[in-house]
């Protein structure tokens, strides 16, 4: 492993850790945030993006529902359909979310080794923009704050994309597991409207592989 992987898979380790932390009420968190990352940084790197900027949004995406460890567990593991109320309660996680990362980083801020592991400004500021908008649509349908197709930065609209995929290929409280076909049919019935058209096309060539590097 190069250090350049090394510094990487310790920033990594250390943003998971954080979310473990928040989340450890949910017993499948650690094989989530591994494929959610694992997704992004694929789809990153598939669209062209920089090397660095991949490695960056693979770390920032762990935190990307640091916000759910604000929301009541006989909410957040309810099996039914939610009420209104138990809806807000859900959609606030990303506003949450944004805040305890700014708060992370700002306790953080001085630790000038961090950076070395990938953790810096630029890093931080990648993981406040997913938690907070990775909820957000291409229509302008999504949430907290309803932004269009490139309001919303390009990182967190590869984490929707990826966190909607692992939801959907994955056993829930609230369902089953679908089968990839499935999940594909309905990530392209999303496309321009929930996802970034240019990002779901590239899924649709190559969400095989990208199960399978998973």
Known sequence: MSVL???????????????ITAEFHDRDIVEHIDRVSTYAQAIARGIGLEE?????????????????SSIP???????????????????????????????IEDLLRDQTMLQLYYIDEITFSMAKDIALSHHECWNGTGYPEMR???????????????????????????????????VMQEITQRKGTWFDPDLTRWVERHSEELIKGS
């Open 52 to 68: 660095e900027t991949q490695r960056r949004i693979r770390i920032a995406s762990v935190l990307h529902d640091v916000g759910k």
């Open 5 to 19: 992987e090394q510094s990487e898979n310790n920033g990594y380790n250390l943003f998971k850790s954080m979310a």
């Open 73 to 103: 567990r006989e909410v957040l593991l309810k099996p039914g359909l939610l009420n209104e109320a138990e809806r807000l309660f859900i959609e606030h996680h990303t506003r949450e979310g944004f805040q305890i990362i700014r708060t």
């Open 148 to 182: 269009r197709g490139q309001e919303t930065p390009i990182h967190a609209r590869i984490v929707h994309l990826a966190d909607v995929l692992d939801a959907l290929l994955t056993k829930r409280v609230y369902k089953e597991a679908w089968m990839l076909s499935e």
